[in-house]
Protein backbone atom coordinates (compact mmCIF):
# COMPACT_ATOMS: atom_id res chain seq x y z
CA UNK A 1 0.00 0.00 0.00
CA UNK A 2 1.17 3.74 -0.65
CA UNK A 3 3.13 5.84 1.71
CA UNK A 4 2.88 9.16 0.23
CA UNK A 5 0.20 11.23 -1.60
CA UNK A 6 0.62 10.34 -5.49
CA UNK A 7 -0.33 13.12 -8.44
CA UNK A 8 -3.14 12.09 -10.53
CA UNK A 9 -3.30 12.37 -15.05
CA UNK A 10 -7.29 13.09 -15.02
CA UNK A 11 -8.82 12.95 -18.43
CA UNK A 12 -11.25 16.00 -19.35
CA UNK A 13 -11.73 15.86 -22.82
CA UNK A 14 -11.19 13.37 -25.97
CA UNK A 15 -11.26 13.07 -29.42
CA UNK A 16 -11.71 16.55 -30.05
CA UNK A 17 -9.57 18.70 -33.07
CA UNK A 18 -10.20 21.63 -31.19
CA UNK A 19 -9.88 22.75 -27.42
CA UNK A 20 -10.61 26.65 -26.38
CA UNK A 21 -9.11 27.61 -23.09
CA UNK A 22 -8.63 30.09 -20.92
CA UNK A 23 -5.22 30.71 -18.30
CA UNK A 24 -6.43 32.62 -14.84
CA UNK A 25 -3.26 32.60 -13.85
CA UNK A 26 0.18 32.74 -15.33
CA UNK A 27 1.11 29.39 -16.81
CA UNK A 28 4.42 28.49 -18.97
CA UNK A 29 5.21 25.43 -21.37
CA UNK A 30 7.86 23.21 -20.89
CA UNK A 31 9.90 25.62 -23.63
CA UNK A 32 9.39 28.85 -21.51
CA UNK A 33 6.98 30.26 -22.83
CA UNK A 34 4.26 32.61 -21.05
CA UNK A 35 0.98 31.64 -21.38
CA UNK A 36 -2.32 34.01 -19.43
CA UNK A 37 -5.79 34.83 -21.12
CA UNK A 38 -8.00 33.04 -23.93
CA UNK A 39 -6.23 30.18 -26.24
CA UNK A 40 -6.71 27.80 -28.96
CA UNK A 41 -5.32 24.63 -29.61
CA UNK A 42 -6.00 22.68 -32.94
CA UNK A 43 -4.17 19.47 -34.21
CA UNK A 44 -2.78 19.86 -37.69
CA UNK A 45 -0.19 17.82 -39.22
CA UNK A 46 2.72 18.62 -37.08
CA UNK A 47 0.86 17.82 -34.16
CA UNK A 48 -1.24 20.62 -31.78
CA UNK A 49 -0.30 24.26 -32.52
CA UNK A 50 -1.20 26.39 -29.39
CA UNK A 51 -2.71 29.90 -30.14
CA UNK A 52 -3.51 33.70 -28.43
CA UNK A 53 -6.55 35.63 -29.57
CA UNK A 54 -4.31 37.36 -31.50
CA UNK A 55 -3.20 34.09 -33.54
CA UNK A 56 0.26 33.78 -32.31
CA UNK A 57 1.71 30.66 -31.88
CA UNK A 58 3.05 29.95 -28.53
CA UNK A 59 3.60 26.18 -28.23
CA UNK A 60 3.31 23.22 -31.22
CA UNK A 61 4.08 19.82 -30.48
CA UNK A 62 2.78 15.97 -29.88
CA UNK A 63 2.18 17.14 -26.36
CA UNK A 64 1.94 20.36 -25.13
CA UNK A 65 2.36 20.67 -21.36
CA UNK A 66 1.61 24.03 -19.37
CA UNK A 67 2.69 24.04 -15.81
CA UNK A 68 1.46 26.99 -13.56
CA UNK A 69 2.15 27.60 -9.65
CA UNK A 70 0.54 26.05 -6.44
CA UNK A 71 -2.93 28.47 -6.91
CA UNK A 72 -2.71 28.17 -10.76
CA UNK A 73 -6.01 27.59 -12.69
CA UNK A 74 -7.28 27.34 -16.03
CA UNK A 75 -10.43 26.81 -17.98
CA UNK A 76 -11.69 24.21 -20.20
CA UNK A 77 -15.06 25.11 -22.75
CA UNK A 78 -17.60 23.08 -23.66
CA UNK A 79 -16.29 19.86 -21.54
CA UNK A 80 -18.88 17.27 -21.85
CA UNK A 81 -20.23 15.84 -18.69
CA UNK A 82 -22.87 12.80 -18.21
CA UNK A 83 -21.55 10.97 -21.16
CA UNK A 84 -24.26 8.72 -22.79
CA UNK A 85 -26.34 9.46 -19.76
CA UNK A 86 -29.93 11.19 -19.39
CA UNK A 87 -28.51 14.44 -18.19
CA UNK A 88 -25.49 14.84 -21.01
CA UNK A 89 -24.96 18.41 -21.35
CA UNK A 90 -21.93 20.20 -22.18
CA UNK A 91 -20.26 23.13 -19.49
CA UNK A 92 -16.98 25.72 -19.07
CA UNK A 93 -15.33 24.20 -16.40
CA UNK A 94 -12.21 25.52 -14.28
CA UNK A 95 -9.48 23.12 -13.07
CA UNK A 96 -6.38 23.65 -10.98
CA UNK A 97 -3.23 22.20 -11.15
CA UNK A 98 -1.40 21.32 -14.38
CA UNK A 99 -2.45 21.00 -18.12
CA UNK A 100 -1.48 18.54 -20.70
CA UNK A 101 -2.36 18.66 -24.42
CA UNK A 102 -1.84 15.42 -26.16
CA UNK A 103 -2.26 14.18 -29.60
CA UNK A 104 -3.43 11.17 -30.76
CA UNK A 105 -3.13 9.03 -33.94
CA UNK A 106 -6.18 9.56 -35.43
CA UNK A 107 -6.14 13.36 -35.46
CA UNK A 108 -7.75 14.63 -31.90
CA UNK A 109 -6.88 15.81 -28.80
CA UNK A 110 -7.06 14.77 -25.88
CA UNK A 111 -6.65 16.83 -22.34
CA UNK A 112 -5.72 16.28 -19.47
CA UNK A 113 -5.29 17.67 -15.97
CA UNK A 114 -2.48 16.73 -13.61
CA UNK A 115 -3.51 17.28 -10.16
CA UNK A 116 -2.48 15.90 -6.71
CA UNK A 117 -5.07 13.47 -5.28
CA UNK A 118 -6.30 15.68 -2.09
CA UNK A 119 -7.49 18.30 -4.16
CA UNK A 120 -8.94 15.90 -7.15
CA UNK A 121 -11.30 14.59 -4.14
CA UNK A 122 -12.29 18.00 -3.24
CA UNK A 123 -13.53 18.54 -6.62
CA UNK A 124 -15.10 14.68 -6.70
CA UNK A 125 -17.23 15.02 -3.81
CA UNK A 126 -18.24 18.39 -4.78
CA UNK A 127 -19.12 17.25 -8.22
CA UNK A 128 -20.57 13.91 -7.32
CA UNK A 129 -22.89 16.00 -4.44
CA UNK A 130 -23.80 19.08 -3.04
CA UNK A 131 -20.88 20.96 -1.71
CA UNK A 132 -23.85 22.33 0.47
CA UNK A 133 -24.20 18.87 2.10
CA UNK A 134 -23.44 17.77 5.46
CA UNK A 135 -19.99 17.56 6.79
CA UNK A 136 -20.02 13.99 7.76
CA UNK A 137 -21.75 12.72 4.62
CA UNK A 138 -18.42 14.56 2.78
CA UNK A 139 -16.08 13.18 4.63
CA UNK A 140 -17.73 9.39 4.30
CA UNK A 141 -17.45 10.27 0.56
CA UNK A 142 -13.90 11.35 0.80
CA UNK A 143 -12.96 8.36 2.46
CA UNK A 144 -14.82 6.01 -0.36
CA UNK A 145 -13.71 8.15 -3.10
CA UNK A 146 -10.20 7.69 -2.13
CA UNK A 147 -10.06 4.07 -1.56
CA UNK A 148 -12.01 3.37 -4.86
CA UNK A 149 -8.92 5.64 -6.58
CA UNK A 150 -5.93 4.22 -5.03
CA UNK A 151 -7.58 0.70 -5.67
CA UNK A 152 -7.80 1.47 -9.01
CA UNK A 153 -4.53 2.69 -9.69
CA UNK A 154 -3.37 -0.67 -7.82
CA UNK A 155 -5.41 -2.67 -9.98
CA UNK A 156 -4.38 -0.86 -13.08
CA UNK A 157 -0.44 -1.66 -12.51
CA UNK A 158 -1.52 -5.35 -11.90
CA UNK A 159 -3.66 -5.44 -14.96
CA UNK A 160 -0.67 -3.59 -17.41
CA UNK A 161 -3.68 -1.94 -19.12
CA UNK A 162 -5.85 -4.29 -19.95
CA UNK A 163 -9.69 -3.27 -19.98
CA UNK A 164 -11.67 -4.18 -17.09
CA UNK A 165 -14.73 -5.88 -18.44
CA UNK A 166 -15.89 -9.03 -19.60
CA UNK A 167 -18.57 -10.87 -21.70
CA UNK A 168 -19.81 -14.22 -22.78
CA UNK A 169 -21.78 -14.74 -26.19
CA UNK A 170 -23.65 -17.24 -27.73
CA UNK A 171 -26.97 -16.62 -30.08
CA UNK A 172 -28.89 -16.58 -27.41
CA UNK A 173 -27.12 -14.87 -24.90
CA UNK A 174 -25.14 -11.81 -24.22
CA UNK A 175 -23.65 -11.16 -21.08
CA UNK A 176 -21.33 -7.94 -20.79
CA UNK A 177 -20.30 -6.21 -17.74
CA UNK A 178 -18.78 -2.95 -17.71
CA UNK A 179 -15.71 -1.60 -15.13
CA UNK A 180 -13.87 1.35 -15.36
CA UNK A 181 -11.54 1.68 -18.38
CA UNK A 182 -8.11 1.62 -18.35
CA UNK A 183 -7.12 4.67 -19.87
CA UNK A 184 -3.84 4.77 -22.03
CA UNK A 185 -2.95 8.51 -21.74
CA UNK A 186 -4.11 8.81 -17.86
CA UNK A 187 -5.11 7.42 -14.98
CA UNK A 188 -9.02 8.65 -14.54
CA UNK A 189 -11.48 10.21 -16.72
CA UNK A 190 -13.24 12.89 -15.48
CA UNK A 191 -16.96 11.91 -15.90
CA UNK A 192 -19.60 9.18 -14.13
CA UNK A 193 -18.26 6.32 -15.80
CA UNK A 194 -15.13 6.66 -13.26
CA UNK A 195 -15.57 9.57 -10.73
CA UNK A 196 -17.47 12.85 -11.48
CA UNK A 197 -14.94 15.52 -11.74
CA UNK A 198 -15.48 18.96 -12.46
CA UNK A 199 -12.81 20.90 -11.24
CA UNK A 200 -13.11 23.89 -8.82
CA UNK A 201 -16.37 24.56 -10.54
CA UNK A 202 -18.42 23.32 -8.29
CA UNK A 203 -16.58 23.64 -5.16
CA UNK A 204 -19.18 25.64 -3.96
CA UNK A 205 -18.42 25.60 -0.16
CA UNK A 206 -15.54 25.13 2.03
CA UNK A 207 -17.24 22.54 3.81
CA UNK A 208 -15.85 20.06 0.98
CA UNK A 209 -12.27 21.12 1.70
CA UNK A 210 -12.86 20.59 5.24
CA UNK A 211 -14.16 17.29 4.25
CA UNK A 212 -11.16 15.74 2.30
CA UNK A 213 -8.60 17.59 4.73
CA UNK A 214 -9.93 16.31 8.07
CA UNK A 215 -9.76 12.86 6.37
CA UNK A 216 -6.55 12.92 4.66
CA UNK A 217 -4.57 9.66 3.69
CA UNK A 218 -7.82 7.62 5.43
CA UNK A 219 -8.73 4.28 3.73
CA UNK A 220 -11.02 1.74 3.42
CA UNK A 221 -8.91 -1.41 3.58
CA UNK A 222 -9.76 -4.90 3.85
CA UNK A 223 -7.08 -8.23 3.85
CA UNK A 224 -4.37 -6.09 3.84
CA UNK A 225 -5.46 -3.85 0.33
CA UNK A 226 -7.54 -0.62 0.37
CA UNK A 227 -10.72 -1.49 -0.69
CA UNK A 228 -12.50 -1.24 -4.16
CA UNK A 229 -14.88 1.21 -2.78
CA UNK A 230 -18.26 1.50 -5.16
CA UNK A 231 -20.73 3.90 -4.95
CA UNK A 232 -23.88 4.89 -7.22
CA UNK A 233 -26.92 7.38 -6.39
CA UNK A 234 -29.61 5.70 -4.48
CA UNK A 235 -30.27 1.41 -3.69
CA UNK A 236 -33.69 1.91 -3.91
CA UNK A 237 -33.79 -0.37 -0.27
CA UNK A 238 -31.10 -2.60 -0.15
CA UNK A 239 -27.44 -2.52 -1.64
CA UNK A 240 -26.44 -5.12 -4.10
CA UNK A 241 -23.57 -7.63 -4.62
CA UNK A 242 -20.41 -7.01 -6.42
CA UNK A 243 -20.57 -9.93 -8.57
CA UNK A 244 -24.21 -9.11 -10.12
CA UNK A 245 -22.60 -6.12 -11.51
CA UNK A 246 -19.28 -7.19 -12.80
CA UNK A 247 -16.83 -10.15 -12.74
CA UNK A 248 -18.08 -13.35 -10.85
CA UNK A 249 -15.52 -13.12 -7.64
CA UNK A 250 -16.87 -12.34 -4.56
CA UNK A 251 -15.86 -9.06 -2.38
CA UNK A 252 -16.13 -9.63 1.16
CA UNK A 253 -16.83 -5.60 1.88
CA UNK A 254 -19.09 -5.21 -1.17
CA UNK A 255 -22.19 -7.25 0.18
CA UNK A 256 -25.99 -6.67 0.26
CA UNK A 257 -27.19 -4.66 3.25
CA UNK A 258 -30.38 -2.90 4.43
CA UNK A 259 -30.52 0.47 3.74
CA UNK A 260 -31.98 1.60 6.76
CA UNK A 261 -32.41 1.07 10.55
CA UNK A 262 -34.34 -2.19 10.10
CA UNK A 263 -32.82 -5.39 8.43
CA UNK A 264 -35.27 -5.84 5.19
CA UNK A 265 -34.91 -10.13 3.28
CA UNK A 266 -32.79 -9.90 0.12
CA UNK A 267 -34.78 -10.23 -3.08
CA UNK A 268 -35.22 -14.53 -3.18
CA UNK A 269 -37.96 -14.65 -6.28
CA UNK A 270 -40.27 -12.62 -8.72
CA UNK A 271 -43.28 -12.65 -6.43
CA UNK A 272 -40.99 -10.80 -3.81
CA UNK A 273 -39.12 -8.32 -6.29
CA UNK A 274 -43.34 -7.41 -7.00
CA UNK A 275 -43.89 -6.76 -3.58
CA UNK A 276 -40.58 -4.89 -2.54
CA UNK A 277 -40.68 -2.47 -5.73
CA UNK A 278 -44.25 -2.09 -5.41
CA UNK A 279 -43.70 -0.91 -1.81
CA UNK A 280 -42.69 1.96 0.43
CA UNK A 281 -39.98 0.92 2.88
CA UNK A 282 -38.40 3.36 5.09
CA UNK A 283 -35.21 3.36 4.18
CA UNK A 284 -31.88 6.08 4.00
CA UNK A 285 -32.74 6.43 0.67
CA UNK A 286 -36.35 6.69 0.54
CA UNK A 287 -36.27 10.72 0.47
CA UNK A 288 -38.69 13.09 -1.34
CA UNK A 289 -37.75 16.07 0.89
CA UNK A 290 -36.99 18.90 -1.69
CA UNK A 291 -34.76 21.12 1.27
CA UNK A 292 -32.78 17.80 1.98
CA UNK A 293 -32.23 16.57 -1.74
CA UNK A 294 -31.24 20.31 -2.70
CA UNK A 295 -28.45 19.87 0.06
CA UNK A 296 -27.48 16.61 -1.52
CA UNK A 297 -27.69 16.48 -5.30
CA UNK A 298 -25.77 18.78 -7.59
CA UNK A 299 -28.36 21.22 -9.81
CA UNK A 300 -28.77 18.57 -12.75
CA UNK A 301 -29.37 15.86 -10.78
CA UNK A 302 -32.01 17.45 -8.74
CA UNK A 303 -33.97 16.82 -12.14
CA UNK A 304 -34.28 13.62 -10.89
CA UNK A 305 -36.79 13.46 -8.68
CA UNK A 306 -38.13 9.57 -8.80
CA UNK A 307 -35.02 7.97 -8.19
CA UNK A 308 -36.36 5.99 -5.27
CA UNK A 309 -39.31 4.16 -7.02
CA UNK A 310 -40.09 5.09 -10.84
CA UNK A 311 -41.84 3.67 -14.07
CA UNK A 312 -41.21 3.78 -17.80
CA UNK A 313 -43.97 2.41 -20.23
CA UNK A 314 -43.30 1.47 -23.50
CA UNK A 315 -45.66 0.83 -26.61
CA UNK A 316 -44.01 -2.63 -27.70
CA UNK A 317 -43.23 -0.93 -31.46
CA UNK A 318 -41.19 1.29 -29.86
CA UNK A 319 -39.64 -0.95 -27.20
CA UNK A 320 -38.67 -3.11 -30.84
CA UNK A 321 -37.24 -0.26 -32.26
CA UNK A 322 -35.37 0.44 -28.98
CA UNK A 323 -34.17 -3.21 -28.97
CA UNK A 324 -33.21 -3.07 -32.53
CA UNK A 325 -30.74 0.63 -32.38
CA UNK A 326 -29.09 -0.53 -28.69
CA UNK A 327 -28.35 -4.28 -29.02
CA UNK A 328 -28.46 -4.86 -32.84
CA UNK A 329 -30.69 -7.74 -32.94
CA UNK A 330 -33.94 -7.76 -34.83
CA UNK A 331 -36.77 -9.22 -32.27
CA UNK A 332 -39.69 -9.02 -34.22
CA UNK A 333 -42.60 -8.89 -32.25
CA UNK A 334 -41.20 -8.40 -28.86
CA UNK A 335 -44.11 -11.26 -26.66
CA UNK A 336 -41.94 -10.97 -23.20
CA UNK A 337 -39.43 -10.01 -20.75
CA UNK A 338 -38.45 -12.04 -18.39
CA UNK A 339 -35.99 -11.77 -15.17
CA UNK A 340 -34.11 -15.10 -14.95
CA UNK A 341 -31.51 -14.22 -12.17
CA UNK A 342 -32.11 -11.32 -9.74
CA UNK A 343 -29.68 -10.14 -6.74
CA UNK A 344 -30.59 -9.43 -3.43
CA UNK A 345 -31.58 -6.01 -4.02
CA UNK A 346 -34.08 -6.81 -6.55
CA UNK A 347 -31.80 -5.80 -9.65
CA UNK A 348 -32.17 -8.08 -12.63
CA UNK A 349 -29.05 -9.99 -13.51
CA UNK A 350 -30.33 -11.79 -16.35
CA UNK A 351 -33.15 -11.00 -18.28
CA UNK A 352 -34.70 -13.07 -21.20
CA UNK A 353 -36.29 -10.74 -24.22
CA UNK A 354 -38.49 -13.50 -26.18
CA UNK A 355 -39.70 -12.63 -29.75
CA UNK A 356 -41.14 -13.77 -32.45
CA UNK A 357 -37.87 -14.03 -34.36
CA UNK A 358 -35.59 -14.38 -31.79
CA UNK A 359 -34.68 -15.12 -28.22
CA UNK A 360 -31.65 -13.68 -25.96
CA UNK A 361 -31.01 -13.19 -22.47
CA UNK A 362 -29.08 -10.22 -21.63
CA UNK A 363 -26.75 -9.60 -18.65
CA UNK A 364 -25.52 -7.69 -16.73
CA UNK A 365 -26.96 -4.92 -15.30
CA UNK A 366 -25.64 -2.35 -16.97
CA UNK A 367 -26.36 -3.75 -20.06
CA UNK A 368 -29.87 -4.38 -19.04
CA UNK A 369 -29.90 -0.74 -18.87
CA UNK A 370 -28.50 0.36 -21.73
CA UNK A 371 -30.64 -2.18 -24.19
CA UNK A 372 -34.24 -1.16 -22.42
CA UNK A 373 -33.29 3.00 -22.66
CA UNK A 374 -32.25 5.79 -25.23
CA UNK A 375 -30.06 6.55 -22.66
CA UNK A 376 -29.47 3.94 -19.45
CA UNK A 377 -32.71 2.84 -17.42
CA UNK A 378 -32.11 4.33 -13.19
CA UNK A 379 -31.27 0.41 -12.19
CA UNK A 380 -31.84 -2.89 -13.43
CA UNK A 381 -34.23 -3.58 -10.09
CA UNK A 382 -37.56 -3.35 -12.23
CA UNK A 383 -40.67 -5.31 -12.64
CA UNK A 384 -42.73 -5.46 -16.20
CA UNK A 385 -46.37 -5.37 -16.23
CA UNK A 386 -47.27 -6.67 -20.13
CA UNK A 387 -50.62 -4.96 -21.70
CA UNK A 388 -52.48 -6.65 -24.74
CA UNK A 389 -55.63 -9.16 -25.26
CA UNK A 390 -54.96 -12.71 -24.50
CA UNK A 391 -53.38 -14.52 -27.57
CA UNK A 392 -51.90 -11.68 -29.58
CA UNK A 393 -48.66 -9.41 -29.12
CA UNK A 394 -48.70 -7.13 -26.09
CA UNK A 395 -49.28 -4.08 -26.73
CA UNK A 396 -47.20 -1.62 -23.86
CA UNK A 397 -44.46 -3.02 -21.76
CA UNK A 398 -44.88 -0.70 -18.07
CA UNK A 399 -41.67 -1.21 -15.94
CA UNK A 400 -41.63 -1.01 -12.39
CA UNK A 401 -38.48 0.32 -11.17
CA UNK A 402 -36.43 0.82 -8.14
CA UNK A 403 -32.74 2.98 -7.15
CA UNK A 404 -30.64 4.92 -9.21
CA UNK A 405 -27.17 2.93 -10.75
CA UNK A 406 -25.94 -0.28 -9.85
CA UNK A 407 -26.47 -0.31 -6.20
CA UNK A 408 -22.68 -1.85 -5.30
CA UNK A 409 -21.16 -0.25 -2.17
CA UNK A 410 -22.28 3.17 -1.08
CA UNK A 411 -25.41 4.70 -1.44
CA UNK A 412 -24.92 8.21 -2.04
CA UNK A 413 -28.25 9.34 -0.89
CA UNK A 414 -28.70 7.00 1.74
CA UNK A 415 -25.32 8.15 2.92
CA UNK A 416 -26.18 11.58 3.15
CA UNK A 417 -29.59 10.68 4.84
CA UNK A 418 -28.02 9.03 7.26
CA UNK A 419 -25.68 12.10 8.45
CA UNK A 420 -28.07 14.31 8.36
CA UNK A 421 -29.86 12.21 11.13
CA UNK A 422 -26.62 12.57 12.99
CA UNK A 423 -24.48 9.46 11.83
CA UNK A 424 -20.47 9.98 11.65
CA UNK A 425 -18.95 9.41 8.48
CA UNK A 426 -17.15 6.54 10.29
CA UNK A 427 -20.12 4.92 11.13
CA UNK A 428 -21.33 5.67 7.20
CA UNK A 429 -18.49 3.74 5.82
CA UNK A 430 -18.85 0.97 8.13
CA UNK A 431 -22.81 0.58 7.57
CA UNK A 432 -21.88 -0.11 3.79
CA UNK A 433 -18.36 -1.82 3.78
CA UNK A 434 -19.00 -4.16 6.96
CA UNK A 435 -16.34 -6.01 6.99
CA UNK A 436 -13.76 -3.18 5.82
CA UNK A 437 -11.50 -1.24 8.54
CA UNK A 438 -10.30 2.00 8.18
CA UNK A 439 -6.34 2.83 7.95
CA UNK A 440 -4.54 5.97 7.20
CA UNK A 441 -1.79 5.38 4.72
CA UNK A 442 -0.46 9.26 5.16
CA UNK A 443 -0.40 12.41 6.46
Not at 136 to 143: K, M, Q, T
Not at 414 to 432: C, K, N, P, T, W
Request: aromatic share 8%.
Amino acid sequence: MMSSEPVLAVGILEGVPEVRCRFHTPYRTDEGTSLMGAFTARIGPDGISLRDEKGELHGRGSTLRCVGSTDARFEIRDVTIGIQFHWERKEDQIFEGDLRLVARPDGSITVINDIALERYLTSVISSEMSAEASLEFLRAHAITSRSWLVAMLDHRAAAAGDRIAGRIESPDRIVRWYDREDHDLFDVCADDHCQRYQGVTKILSPVAGEAVASTRGLFLVSAGRVCDARFYKACGGRTEEFHNAWEDRVVPYLQSVSDGPDEVPPITNEEAARRWIASDPPSYCNTRDPNLLSKILPSFDQETTDFFRWRVEYERTELEDLLRRKSGIDFGDVLSLEPIMRGPSGRIVHLKIVGRKRSVTVGKELEIRKWLSPSHLYSSAFTIETIGKPGAAPERFILHGAGWGHGVGLCQIGAAVMAERGSSAESIVQHYFRSAELKKLYS
